[in-house]
């Protein structure tokens, strides 16, 4: 399966977006509900490619850590599918919300099962299923962020953790309505401080395109063992086509043709199967919550190399 690589493959199209994409960056607005998001720049851009092998490379801002925030939630997924197999369907499904990332309205309809693990909703009920196994959820993942982009100094930005804590009521609310339902194990207090820690991660598009790396690679890790059987990272990676982007997931395929996952820090990481990761952040937000010059780069990358799954 590998398409073994050392040199840049996409380096000249990578420049070509930045051109491109001209003054996309600063369009939108930087997060503001996390204060110590809203202080970013809007007019950052940054855009790297990890091919299989683990050559990177990127253009603007590449290098720059910024705030994962749900990004995150596609490695919890990953970790939890890993430890648990398919019992964890049972407790979220993988359908598209059609509603904003931290939407309250079909969890009442639907008994507590959130609609897929990347609204809000279902990101606790992951990371509390992944805190139940391993006891320590945003450890866990910080670990394996660390390893697979060979990146010791990766780590959790405590500030954005704590601005968390103070603006989070509606997160409190989810997981306390959702405990109602007994689908949340731990205490509400123990899950939110690990989800609010796992959402602190700060990384740059280097970091985390290598670290998506296994997507593209079928399950297989940086260090060539198994996290996902191939069956998983295909779920993965369909969950992340269908939700990954929230209510402007249609559109995100339609422009984009990949799987992909936002996060309001204003980085997305995409997949290729089978040829590279990417990932993509400039801070101003749509009014979905995704980068604006985010998904204009990458709508430009798959029109200019016709990589897409589609
Ligand atoms: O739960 C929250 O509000 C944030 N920590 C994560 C939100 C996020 O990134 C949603 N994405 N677009």
Redesign the pocket.
Known sequence: MAIMTSSPTYLPVLERVAEEIGHTPGRGRS?D??PALAARDARAFGMAVAELDGTVYGVGDWREPFSA???TKVFTLALDLAREGDELWEHVGREPSGNP??SLVQLEYENGIPRNPFI?AG?LVVTDRLQTRTGDAAGELLGFLRAESGNPELDFDEEVAAS?TVN?D??AALAHFMASYGNIDNPVPVLLEQ??RQ??ITASCADLALATRFLARHGLRADGTRLLASRQAKQVNAVMLTCGT?DAAGDFAYRVGLPGK????GGIIAVVPGRCALCVWSPG?DER??SVAGVAALDRFTTLTDLSVF
């Not at 936002?262 to 820090?265: A, F, T």
């Open positions: 997060a509900y996390i925030q749900s990004i990332f931290n809000n990101a968390e989070g509606r997160n989800y609010f959402c602190s929230y936002s996060g309001v820090g937000l919550g995704n």
